[in-house]
């Protein structure tokens, strides 16, 4: 059983910055993409951002373009997510997704691990 474990969530300011990490204990995911969604209660889980494996290739959601960036430590087999200009739609429990292939992590069903996710909460 793989172990993603984020952390970094809490409650943040209005215009606020978070970083956001997910680290995969003794597992080495080379070769895999990795990525960040997000999901408020009553609506579906939306694509945040991804990375492919060697950190050459991101992609962010129309939403949080220009605002939030991913970036990834192999050595230390490590996603972030760093979240700046925080508003309060960005409210949200924030999960960790691993992929095979970068082209596919937008799609929940290519997703072959989740994290448990991490609260995040932007007052106003």
């Known amino acids: 059983q793989v172990q993603l474990v984020e952390t970094g969530g809490r409650l943040v300011q209005t215009g606020g910055s978070l970083r956001l990490s997910c680290a995969a204990p003794?597992?080495?995911?080379?070769?895999?993409?990795m990525g960040w969604f997000r999901q408020v209660p009553g609506k579906e889980r939306e694509f945040v951002a991804r990375?492919?494996?060697?950190?050459?290739?991101?992609d962010v959601s129309d939403a949080v373009q220009g605002r939030f960036s991913i970036s990834r430590s192999n050595a230390l087999n490590t996603v972030y997510l760093q979240m700046n200009r925080l508003k309060p739609e960005d409210t949200a429990v924030y999960y960790c997704?691993?992929?095979?292939?970068?082209?596919?992590?937008?799609?929940?069903?290519?997703?072959?691990?989740w994290g448990q996710g991490t609260q995040v909460t932007v007052s106003s």
């Open positions: 997704a691993v992929a095979r292939q970068y082209s596919e992590l937008r799609n929940k069903g290519a997703i072959e691990y």
């Open positions: 003794g597992r080495t995911f080379s070769d895999y993409a």
């Open positions: 990375i492919s494996w060697t950190g050459t290739s991101t």
